[in-house]
């Protein structure tokens, strides 16, 4: 069993920046895990914003890219996501996800992931 704790989130003008981090325990072997981060508005679906697999490597949600960066430190069990240029359409809570992914093309659906954490509310104002 893996718990995921997400912490960060909070309120900033367009144009800012956020730092959300996500801490992994439990019966985990933290490096194996691909790391997702996803993200859900009021009436909206859960929708996807990146990805770092077990080597390293990250995969963004298009509408993201150069804006965000997705990076790890193993050796503490943790994931950060750093959002830049924040818009008001970015507003959402941020979700944290971990789970063995052995295909690329799958990391970016929810269906994927089985570990969960709580979210994180990030709210940026115009």
């Known amino acids: 069993q893996v718990q995921l704790v997400e912490s960060g989130g909070g309120l900033v003008q367009a144009g800012g920046s956020l730092r959300l981090s996500c801490a992994a325990s439990g019966r985990t072997r933290f490096s194996d895990y691909t790391m997702g981060w996803f993200r859900q508005a009021p009436g909206k679906e859960r929708e996807f914003v990146g990805a770092?697999?077990?080597?390293?490597?990250?995969y963004y949600a298009d509408s993201m890219k150069g804006r965000f960066t997705i990076s790890r430190d193993n050796a503490k069990n943790t994931v950060a996501l750093q959002m830049n240029s924040l818009k008001p359409e970015d507003t959402a809570v941020y979700y944290c996800?971990?789970?063995?992914?052995?295909?690329?093309?799958?990391?970016?659906?929810?269906?994927?992931?089985?570990?969960w954490g709580q979210g994180t509310q990030v709210t940026v104002s115009s």
């Open positions: 770092i697999n077990w080597s390293g490597v990250t």
């Open positions: 996800a971990a789970d063995v992914v052995r295909r690329p093309l799958n990391y970016y659906y929810t269906e994927s992931y089985g570990y």
